[in-house]
């Protein structure tokens, strides 16, 4: 892949958000050399060199990508927009012959296109990780109301995402066309992140 993308900010206000693990979501400066041995991501085994631990590069696409996949990339070309999401699974930096650095992807499998921006994917792991730290009461998220099992007050999850909570199909509606819509998405693929072990390498992840 060869592009130019807008990479991930740190937070330090929210350093339990898994996507802002800069360590396993690297900012492009911080990807190893395709032909060096990085030992933040690298370890030597008896025989070569193995990864450490797992480690996703996500930047926002601002222009065209290249892809070098054996199919060029077809399947994916409809999902390549500007203002979407690219997550290269295991990233390295490349230098290709024009003198530019970038990221040579020859794998589908490694690749994926999130429809949804960059800020839209830190913003819902912000939330999950919030949500876990919280102990009150879980709120609708459109009225307000709390969750009551006293008063057989019960919310009902977002069916998609598992994220958000509602009182009934009114909220539902009214949030899903306020926002709720948009942000699911990048609530799903949150929890596609957060299923995994990212600091412990047994096998390589793919999509």
């Known amino acids: 892949m060869h592009s130019s993308l807008r990479q991930i900010m740190p937070d330090t206000?929210?350093?339990?958000?898994?996507l802002r693990n800069n360590v396993n979501f690297p900012a492009f400066s911080d990807?190893?050399?395709?032909?060096?041995?990085?030992?933040?991501y690298y370890v030597?085994?008896?025989?070569?060199?193995?990864?450490?631990?797992?480690?996703?590069?996500?930047?926002?696409?601002?222009?065209?990508?290249?892809?070098?996949?054996?199919?060029?990339?077809r399947p994916l070309v409809p999902?390549?927009?500007?203002?979407?999401?690219?997550?290269?699974?295991?990233?390295?930096?490349h230098g290709f012959l024009d003198m530019t650095v970038g990221i040579r992807v020859e794998e589908a499998s490694i690749i994926r296109i999130i429809p949804c921006s960059l800020?839209?994917?830190?913003?819902?792991s912000d939330e999950v990780a919030a949500r876990k730290l919280n102990t009150q009461s879980i709120c609708c998220g459109s009225c307000g109301?709390?969750?009551?099992?006293?008063?057989?007050?019960?919310?009902?999850l977002c069916a998609r995402c598992k994220q958000a909570s509602y009182?009934?199909?009114?909220?539902?509606?009214?949030?899903?066309?306020?926002?709720?819509?948009?942000?699911?998405?990048?609530?799903?693929?949150?929890?596609?992140?957060?299923?995994?072990?990212?600091?412990?390498?047994?096998?390589?992840?793919?999509?």
Do not use: M
């Open 31 to 40: 990807l190893p050399y395709e032909n060096g041995v990085d030992p933040t």
């Open 79 to 93: 999902q390549i927009k500007e203002g979407h999401t690219v997550a290269v699974l295991y990233g390295e930096q």
């Open 119 to 124: 800020e839209q994917l830190l913003k819902a």
């Open 167 to 207: 009182c009934g199909a009114v909220c539902q509606k009214k949030a899903w066309v306020e926002g709720h819509k948009t942000d699911c998405k990048a609530l799903v693929w949150v929890q596609w992140f957060a299923a995994k072990n990212w600091g412990v390498f047994n096998r390589y992840f793919d999509f």
């Open 44 to 73: 030597q085994g008896p025989y070569s060199f193995s990864p450490r631990q797992h480690w996703c590069f996500l930047g926002e696409i601002v222009v065209t990508i290249g892809l070098y996949t054996d199919d060029r990339g």
């Open 13 to 18: 206000g929210a350093s339990q958000s898994l």
């Open 145 to 156: 109301e709390k969750e009551n099992t006293s008063e057989n007050t019960h919310l009902r």
